[in-house]
């Protein structure tokens, strides 16, 4: 409980920091918007020439498209923000500020940055999902929900420890701050279901760089097509990623020297 | 001139140091470069499959050399002034550059064509495997890859004196990311990078012919592939031409105007 009057408080903290910059919203909401029309323009072409893409009806794939802003709104909301300060601050030497509050280093770390207006991306995103279910006309049972549910939570610990991962490589080799752009240009093969890919592709999108748990994993469970061995290893990879990604972070830690010390 | 040159061969070397330094920039961008149009080919192989082997007149083979070809010809004419401009005038940077004796722009054209020198081979390389892998084919007239040659230059001349006019915009406002990203977006579509401009609505097509967008992508694409009469092919390079002299005088005022605005921090 004591995490999440962290995570308030640099809410809150960020917050404040970005009313000063009220415009910023409407500049976010209309790239939003920008970003979510380019996508719904490329559907709408290729769907004006077939009817189902790689076993996908439009509508499903539209709720893909749901998916994919969701969870690409909680990488720029809280994800990211915070590995790039973390990035930047093993680098100038700040980290030091983090490592002396009485508080576990690797949460303060992750929670300390917040993007507010990334959540105009999750509304969006919720709300393409929620018109493409009700146009699906599918009854969305408990059970399917619960999955949709652990497929997300399950999809956002991966990204969340292959992005830490990525991060702690800093404190071996120092200048790493592109290294998150490699996810972001990736992320955007997320948009269509991987299973369109030729397998070379498939895995590398599952496995090197693990897209498909964020974006087609999830789909998958609210238009029935889940598995229960693809659910239990994606739960399965999540805890395993999560441990490793603490690791990296204990081991990269002791190598850290501090810029005064 | 001969100063101009030595600039030229100065930035090369440049460049190439810096390009050395950070290998892992260039590896990370390679892979943006190649995998948006490897996925729209991907996604219209599938739908090319699923409605008996073609779309429009595009076959499966032909949408794999559209989007290789097509892959190449982004690589040629690409810019990232758009995104580097902004940071020039808000940390003030620019104003080292306005104190020399040449135009900015010089160094950048410079830059830029050390650095796709530099990457060209790389993606040729990738494109001759994907060629292999998706069974692509061409075969153009050899009228059609003799005037391929000027007209890839042109593209290259057309889209950086644009893309190096409108990164002015930070001249007057530091938020630069919504007009860059509008841009994007049309981009996208009227230069045929989503599908090939064919495919797209009627609308959409007429005003791809207005706007400079397909002369700079989906013209010379189409015209290596085959697909361009000779007529077609002389109101492309017309057009291509009437757009190069429209950016030059756009450049030329907007930048006398956003000079007179700049005013570096500390100065």
């Known amino acids: ?261 | 001139m001969k100063h101009l040159i030595q600039l030229y061969v100065q930035q090369f070397k440049t460049t190439l140091a810096m390009m050395f330094q950070y290998r892992a920039s260039l590896v990370i961008w390679t892979i943006g470069q190649v995998l948006e149009p490897l996925v729209y080919l991907i996604v219209w192989l599938v739908v090319a499959k699923s409605s008996g082997g073609s779309v429009g007149s595009y076959t499966t083979t032909d949408f794999a050399a559209y989007f290789i070809v097509l892959m190449l010809v982004n690589q040629v004419t690409y810019t990232w002034i758009m995104y580097e401009f902004e940071h020039r005038v808000r940390e003030g940077v620019l104003s080292v550059a306005l104190l020399k004796p040449v135009h900015p722009i010089h160094s950048d054209i410079a830059d830029n064509i050390s650095s796709k020198i530099i990457t060209l081979p790389i993606m040729i390389t990738i494109a001759i495997i994907f060629v292999f892998a998706f069974h692509a084919s061409v075969a153009p007239p050899l009228w059609a890859i003799l005037v391929f040659i000027p007209v890839l230059l042109l593209a290259f001349s057309v889209r950086f004196v644009l893309e190096w006019t409108l990164a002015q915009a930070a001249f007057w406002t530091t938020r630069v990311g919504a007009i860059n990203q509008s841009y994007f977006v049309a981009f996208l579509f009227l230069s045929g990078q989503i599908a090939p401009l064919t495919l797209l609505p009627h609308p959409v097509q007429i005003l791809s012919l207005l706007l400079p967008f397909r002369w700079l992508i989906s013209f010379p694409v189409e015209l290596l592939l085959g697909r361009l009469t000779m007529v077609e092919t002389l109101i492309g390079l017309g057009a291509q031409f009437g757009w190069l002299i429209v950016s030059i005088i756009l450049l030329r005022i907007v930048w006398r105007a956003g000079v007179k605005v700049y005013t570096a921090v500390g100065a």
């Open chain 1, 1 to 261: 409980m004591s995490y999440f009057r962290i995570f308030l408080a640099f809410l809150r903290v960020n917050i404040y920091g970005e009313t000063a910059y009220r415009i910023n919203f409407i500049i976010q909401l209309f790239q939003s918007l920008l970003n979510l029309g380019m996508t719904l323009g490329g559907l709408a072409i290729i769907f004006t020439y077939t009817n189902l893409l790689g076993g996908w009806q439009p509508n499903e794939v539209l709720a893909l498209v749901g998916v994919y802003f969701l969870i690409g709104g909680i990488i720029r909301l809280i994800i990211q923000p915070g590995m790039e300060q973390l990035i930047e601050s093993v680098r100038d030497g700040t980290l030091d500020f983090r490592l002396t509050k009485p508080a576990d280093a690797q949460a303060i770390v992750s929670l300390q940055r917040v993007e507010i207006w990334e959540i105009l991306e999750i509304i969006l995103g919720l709300g393409v999902l929620i018109y493409a279910l009700v146009k699906l006309g599918e009854i969305i049972g408990v059970l399917q929900a619960a999955e949709f549910v652990l497929m997300l939570t399950a999809g956002g610990v991966i990204i969340y420890s292959f992005f830490l991962i990525l991060s702690t490589l800093s404190f071996w080799f120092v200048r790493v701050e592109n290294i998150l752009v490699i996810f972001q240009s990736v992320y955007e093969a997320g948009r269509w279901p991987v299973s369109l890919y030729p397998g070379w592709l498939r895995y590398g999108l599952t496995f090197i760089i693990p897209v498909a748990f964020a974006t087609t994993i999830p789909a998958e469970a609210l238009t029935s097509r889940l598995n229960w061995q693809t659910l239990v290893g994606a739960i399965a990879l999540s805890i395993v990623l999560f441990i490793v990604s603490r690791i990296f972070w204990k081991t990269g830690l002791k190598r850290y020297s501090g810029a005064s010390a």
